[in-house]
């Protein structure tokens, strides 16, 4: 039996498909308008200014340091969120100044609890700091190795063949990574190594290899596993940056 129309007054379910291009949608308008506003003025980049970068729910705005910029952009945030719905996160806010080795004291807004100058923060789950020469090992740290090592150790209490073991490798493991390994500087060898010892001990049940490591990363078809090779899959992730740079217009490309 058909159920009666029902209201929608506000919002609409989880997974909803209509909901993805609804908030495409507002967030365009928001970046409409900081685009436009010429008190908002962005970072220089040769001849072209950057004010702001989106992607999905996550919005970064590069300021000239400007304590006009700042004041009007954030006052602009304010009044959008009061006819969107969508509100700033006040206590979560970071203002960081870039190429700052020693930034000043002054801050703006002083009534909101924005956090000024901290030693670092993170964006589409990539930790960043004022030092980026360590950018890598703080990102790929102990902790992020271990959680890759409980979870095989999770798996390896399944009756699983070694054809299986190499798919958890490639599809879940480096998964939880590919996106640092493809954003930042490639990790020292040491790093590399380990993780290259943390997959084959999990493949061979903590036991001598079966098969050469050469042979285990051949394809099916010639005779290997298909395992992958931890550099030379860092490599290809570096690689496919080319491709990216040839049909982008986004602004890094400017960089």
């Known amino acids: 039996m058909i159920s009666p129309w029902i209201t929608v007054e506000r919002g609409y379910r989880q997974g909803d498909p209509i909901s993805p291009y609804l908030f495409l949608i507002c967030s365009e308008i928001l970046a409409h308008i900081i685009r436009e506003d010429k ?18 729910d996550d919005t970064s705005l590069f300021l000239d340091g400007s304590e006009k910029a700042f004041e009007k952009c954030i006052s602009v945030l ?4 009061k006819t969107s719905g969508l509100k700033m ?10 190429g700052c ?3 000043p004291e002054n801050i703006a807004f002083g009534n909101m609890n924005f956090e000024w100058n901290p030693k670092s923060f993170t964006v589409l789950g990539a930790e960043f ?32 063949t ?51 490591r050469e042979v285990a990363v051949q394809k099916l078809e010639d ?6 090779d931890v550099k030379q899959f860092i490599t290809s992730l570096k690689i496919s940056w080319f491709r990216r740079f040839y049909h982008s217009k986004a602004a890094w490309k400017h960089f």
């Open 39 to 56: 008190d908002i003025k962005g970072y220089p980049i040769g001849e072209m200014q950057v004010k702001i970068s989106q992607f999905a």
């Open 78 to 81: 304010l009044k959008f969120s």
């Open 89 to 98: 996160n006040l206590d979560k806010t970071k203002c960081m100044w870039f």
């Open 101 to 103: 080795p020693r930034p």
């Open 129 to 160: 700091t004022t030092d980026l020469k360590d950018i890598t090992k703080v990102n790929l740290t102990k902790k992020k190795k271990d959680n890759i090592e409980r979870e095989l150790q999770q798996w390896s209490k399944r009756k699983l």
């Open 162 to 212: 070694p054809f299986g073991k190499v798919t958890v490798i490639r599809t879940l493991m480096l998964a939880k990574i590919v996106h640092l390994l493809m954003a930042l500087p490639d990790p020292d060898p040491a790093t590399i190594i380990k993780l290259q010892t943390i997959f084959y001990k999990f493949l061979w049940d903590g036991k001598p290899d079966k098969v050469k």
């Open 223 to 228: 005779g290997g596993l298909n395992m992958p």
